[in-house]
């Protein structure tokens, strides 16, 4: 593979990539912002907020879906560099950590904007054991869904890229093959020629200067041929003749 084809190959990989993150984290904020519109609607829960606190809490869970892309991005990173390469009883310790790291660096995020966006909030609910405990295991499980389907995805992009390989030495190996047996027919044919053409110069010496004529012309086509990987077909029906 010459080195354009590579770059492509890698800019479409990270457009998809890219794509990819943005549509699940955007999706993950439209669910959220649909579940709150659920909970609005509740006649239950007669005590919504004002507008402008939830167009902040809309804000809030946009800046939080942000965060959650940067930290992804950031375990990708480490992990393409550091972990994809190792055997996976090495490496599951370390990506359980990261995810367990990145679900608790979330919970502080989380903290944070929610104290600027929803002054009016208790200071101290986000802090209680059960609510960091619960949200741990929301964005541990959301890191773990996305931890998921990459590895999937890589999987299945080496495994695809293996068997591409195997493929083109299989090709490799047969046109070599194809090539020896060129050079191994090709000088049992010249000698048959000249034995031919030995005999025929007694006989007929005009044919004879015409088949050094022929003879000529089909083994430069041969060495011309021998270089290109696809012929015209007319011009293989005219060496024939």
Same mark, same amino acid.
């Given at each position: ?58 804000? #809030?869970? @946009? &800046? ?26 090495? *490496? ?18 989380? @903290? ?8 009016? *909030? ?7 054991? *059960? *609510? ?34 195997? &493929? ?25 020629? #000249?034995?031919?053409?030995?005999? #025929? ?17 089909? #083994?430069?086509? @041969? ?19």
């Amino acid at each position: 593979m010459d080195a354009s084809k590579l770059v492509s190959d890698r800019t479409k990989i990270s457009k998809a990539y890219w794509a990819c993150q943005v549509a699940g984290w955007s999706a993950l904020w439209l669910f959220q912002v649909l579940v709150l519109a659920v909970v609005r609607s509740d006649p239950t829960m007669s005590a919504t907020p004002l507008p402008s606190r939830l167009g902040r809490f809309y804000v #809030l869970l @946009a &800046l939080l879906s942000a965060s959650g892309l940067l930290l992804s991005h950031l375990f990708y990173l480490v992990m393409r560099r550091r972990w994809l390469h190792m055997p996976f009883r090495q *490496a599951w310790p370390r990506l359980f950590a990261g995810i367990a790291l990145a679900a608790m660096v979330l919970i502080v995020v989380n @903290a944070f904007l929610s104290r600027y966006a929803l002054p009016d *909030a208790s200071p101290h609910h986000n802090f209680r054991p *059960a *609510a960091v405990l619960i949200d741990w295991l929301v964005y541990a499980f959301l890191y773990s869904l996305w931890l998921t389907i990459y590895l999937a995805v890589h999987e299945f992009r080496r495994r695809r890229a293996a068997e591409v390989h195997a &493929l083109r030495l299989d090709l490799v190996a047969r046109e070599a093959q194809l090539r020896g047996l060129r050079a191994q027919l090709n000088p049992h044919f010249l000698f048959n020629c #000249l034995n031919g053409l030995r005999e #025929l110069i007694v006989e007929d010496p005009k044919r004879a200067q015409s088949m050094v004529t022929q003879l000529s012309a089909l #083994l430069r086509y @041969a060495l011309e041929s021998d270089q290109k990987e696809q012929v015209p077909f007319e011009d293989e029906s005219r060496a024939v003749k």
